[in-house]
């Protein structure tokens, strides 16, 4: 059974960091090939941020981000992290981790996500403010 616990959420000001982690267990190559973050604001729909694939494959990120977050993992310790730096009020989301399959172009559609990603964490908050 995969169980995925996210951590590490909270407020900061414009300009600082935060790093999520994502505790895994359960989450074999044959289940799924990659570990994603998504993020879902007030009032919007839930959206791809990061994504890193079980065999090495290079991390994709959308281009809202890319440049100040860094998603990586820990295989010893089974968890992936997303290291968040220069934060912007508009990163303010719960933030989701989700295991599945992927492949093509990040971020998926919306209406595809629990599809492909059909395991999910119950989300950490992260508040930016200025």
């Known amino acids: 059974q995969v169980q995925l616990v996210e951590s590490g959420g909270g407020s900061v000001q414009a300009g600082g960091s935060l790093r999520l982690s994502c505790a895994a267990s359960g989450v074999t190559s044959s289940s799924s090939n990659c570990v994603a973050w998504f993020r879902q604001a007030s009032g919007k729909e839930r959206e791809g941020v990061a994504a890193?694939?079980?065999?090495?494959?290079?991390?994709v990120y959308t281009g809202l981000v890319k440049g100040r977050f860094t998603i990586s993992q820990d295989n010893a310790k089974n968890t992936v992290y997303l290291q968040m730096n220069s934060l912007k009020d508009e990163d303010t989301a719960m933030y989701y981790c989700?295991?599945?399959?992927?492949?093509?172009?990040?971020?998926?559609?919306?209406?595809?996500?629990?599809?492909?990603?059909?395991?999910w964490g119950q989300g950490t908050q992260v508040t930016v403010s200025s």
């Open positions: 989700a295991a599945g399959e992927w492949s093509g172009p990040w971020p998926p559609p919306p209406t595809t996500l629990h599809v492909r990603f059909p395991h």
């Open positions: 890193i694939h079980i065999g090495g494959v290079p991390a």
